[in-house]
């Protein structure tokens, strides 16, 4: 009994880890942390990364390689706009949602996880989208979005609207 008790602490700390908000982050991954336009919050990371979060949005920093910087994002809800050089190991910076990964190389985008879909959009530079199931993925370019459902229908790439892209980016505050 005390084992399975353990245990659910362990997993509710695993749960509770994954469900941050935009005003509390490990300090550990080399970021810092100030308030910015439209009630969002500016993360400034080694490695001249940039993560403009929306305010009450439930995201988790990742360090996959465990080398103290940031290199992804598990985002539940709400949106992030992130900009990401280009990495010199080749490690693709990573937003992971439920139903998706956006995975990128040095560039300016947009995840937004709002219930059961997920929607990217790729500001400068090319971002590959793919399903966390499974299935072919896409290639995003400049002015490009992508809806991500948990169906198995194949992903379209569309050339975003001005209405669409502003609503998106005012929720960000830029």
Do not use: Y
Not at 22 to 28: E, F, H, R, T, V
Not at 130 to 140: D, E, H, I, S, T
């Amino acid at each position: 009994m005390q084992a399975f008790t353990r245990a659910s602490i362990a997993i509710l700390a695993t749960i509770m880890a994954c469900l941050g908000t935009a005003s509390a982050q490990p300090a550990d991954f080399g970021c810092t942390s100030a308030p910015s336009p439209a009630q969002t919050r500016t993360l400034t990371c080694q490695g001249g990364v940039t993560i403009v979060v929306e305010n009450e949005a439930q995201f988790t920093l990742l360090d996959r390689d465990r080398n103290g910087r940031v290199d992804g994002i598990s985002l539940l809800s709400k949106a992030v706009f992130v900009s990401a050089p280009k990495q010199k190991s080749g490690r693709q910076f990573q937003v992971i949602t439920p139903q998706a990964i956006a995975a990128v190389r040095g560039t300016e985008w947009a995840v937004d996880a709002e219930g059961a879909k997920t929607s990217v959009f790729v500001q400068t530079g090319r971002v590959g989208v793919r399903r966390v199931a499974a299935g072919r993925g896409v290639v995003l370019g400049p002015g490009e979005g992508v809806d991500v459902d948990a169906t198995t229908t194949p992903l379209q790439v569309r050339q975003w609207g001005a209405p669409r892209i502003a609503a998106l980016m005012a929720r960000l505050g830029r």
